[in-house]
């Protein structure tokens, strides 16, 4: 066997096991989702930040939840909670119903951090631990779509500036354009 045959069997083992490492939790198969229902389509916590982004401009859609199945990794709680993690300070909330019985409480925000946690017949949550999520792909794809719902809340947040004296006149204006233009 040629080096090159070795070196392209690493490359394509080191492929493999790097692609497992990022699939989907494979506990919440898409392919075996009975039903979707949007409990909370949003919600505000403590963290909302209504300058950078107001909830009301967040609506959790089954579509999103979809997406976050096909694409979500779990991650640690301790990095999860890590103090630099990304947050809106937003949520949407989803209960999802498997082929199997299972059934499973879902909340997504807009960042791509997810937090699932199992729920018993009677949809209370069961004994054990929550488990979580991160999703670039979902942080990507809402990001996108909240280009108008950022858009608003800089507007608010200058013309607020503008109002108070803080920025000359105009100036929020010329600003909202420039940030309009950077998205």
Do not use: Q
């Not at 800089?154 to 013309?159: A, I, S, Y």
Request: glycine content about 6%; proline content about 5%.
């Amino acid at each position: 066997m040629s080096n090159a045959s070795i070196l392209g069997i690493a490359a394509l083992v080191a492929a493999t096991t790097a692609f497992a490492a990022h699939a989907a939790d494979r506990r919440y198969p898409l392919a075996d989702v009975v039903k979707i229902e949007i409990t909370e389509p949003s919600i505000r916590s403590a963290w909302e930040n209504k300058n950078f982004l107001d909830c009301d401009d967040v609506v959790l859609t089954e579509e999103d939840v979809r997406h976050a199945l096909r694409h979500m990794r779990k991650v640690s709680e301790k990095s999860y909670f890590d103090e630099y993690a990304e947050r809106t300070g937003c949520l949407g909330g989803a209960r999802v119903t498997f082929k199997n019985g299972k059934a499973i409480a879902i909340g997504i925000e807009p960042t791509g951090r997810i937090n699932t946690f199992e729920l018993n017949a009677k949809l209370k949550p069961t004994p054990g631990p929550e488990t979580y999520y991160e999703c670039d792909p979902c942080r990507a794809r809402k990001m996108e779509l909240l280009k108008d719902a950022l858009n608003r809340a800089d507007e608010r947040r200058l013309k607020k500036l503008e109002a108070e004296g803080k920025i000359p006149p105009g100036e929020a204006e010329r600003r909202l354009k420039t940030l309009r233009a950077s998205r």
